[in-house]
């Protein structure tokens, strides 16, 4: 890598503008931007393409289809992590949290049995430096499983853990309100018959009752101790926002309603959404969409949630929506957004002395296609 870099003839999008500039770029971070072409001979030209922040993925399960392409099919976990970070890197995304599944949903899943293979191949990958994106760790805890506090006491100490979401997937509860939509939703993606279905419904209502209020209280205590950044999952009413802000929860996953969003705004929590939301026109669970989030000016963060590539074609569709939120608004929210939430305050835009995590991205249609990624001055795409 060259001790000094310069982009010239960019659409530079910075957190308030849009504008064609250059950038000089030293030590991994930006040292200068300015507005007009560079006339220096080694400057690089890129043909007058968006130049945006590295996007900050706060929440993705992408991994776990690589550990396991098809049903009863373990593929090797480091090929698998360095292939989930191959489509991170493609779609823009510099700086990744991993959410990893602590507690099992699925009647006949095993994603419990796979924590440490998976939490061991990012790790060792990474520090192998055989990674292009940086990944850190997202703790989804699912509270309506018995083992999940016992689990997360061992995971929680491991120092690429910065985010830990708390939720409850029972029925009747948040996502699934209607008991009708989680027996479509759980028969449907876990092909079970009505028998099967009939007694995991009340063994995970059981378990909910049992465990879900005692182990949130238990592992919000321990994350804000540890100063992690926490998140609520699935707020459908405003009393679930009250009890995530009286937890001191600084983030809502995934608001099921409108009203849900409004309280986590008036309560100062950024609300997080997925962008195959906007990509598809809104919820395929049926809840509100992100971009009427959007309109109503209730949206801070997005998330390519189950879809890595979501991210970057999100943002631009927003900012070519009706709504109040122009192109650089929308960066934000893939962007500077998600990285303070998590507390990180040294990327996430085009500024002096943040890191030079950069994407080139070309529009085509209305879509963005990533033409090159830089992660801290080096190109690694």
Known sequence: ?????????????????????????????????????????????????????????????????????????????????LSHDAQIIAAGITTVFDAVSIGDVNPKGNRMQKLPAMLNAIASAQEAGLTRAEHRLHLRCELCHPDTLS????????????????MDHSP?????????????YYMGKYHLDEATMDAFVVLQMANSKT???????????????RGLSVASHDDATLAHVEESARYGMNIAEFPTTLEAARGCRQLGMKVLMGAPNVVRGGSHSGNVAAAGLAAEGLLDILSSDYYPASLLPAAFALAAQDNDCDLPQAIQMISLAPAHAAGLRDRG????????????????????????VWRQAKRVF
């Open 1 to 81: 890598m060259p001790a000094e870099q310069i982009l010239s003839n960019a659409q530079l999008v910075t957190a308030d503008r849009v504008f064609l500039g250059s950038l000089v770029l030293r030590d991994g971070v930006i040292v200068d931007l300015a507005e007009g072409r560079s006339q220096l001979p080694q400057a690089q030209d890129v043909g007058g393409d968006f130049l945006l922040p590295g996007l900050v993925e706060l929440h993705t399960d992408n991994l776990e289809k690589h550990m396991t392409p098809r049903p009863g099919v373990d593929w090797p976990s480091t090929s698998a992590v």
């Open 349 to 372: 835009e085009i500024a002096l002395g943040l890191r030079a995590d950069l994407v080139q991205a070309r529009a085509q249609g209305g879509l963005p296609v990533v033409q090159q």
């Open 172 to 184: 009747g509860q948040r996502q699934f309100v209607l008991q009708s939509k989680y027996r479509e």
């Open 211 to 225: 465990y879900s209020d005692r182990y949130r209280a238990a592992i919000v205590e321990h994350c804000l101790a």
């Open 151 to 166: 689990v997360f006491r061992d995971l929680v100490e491991n120092p690429l853990v910065q985010l830990v979401s708390v």
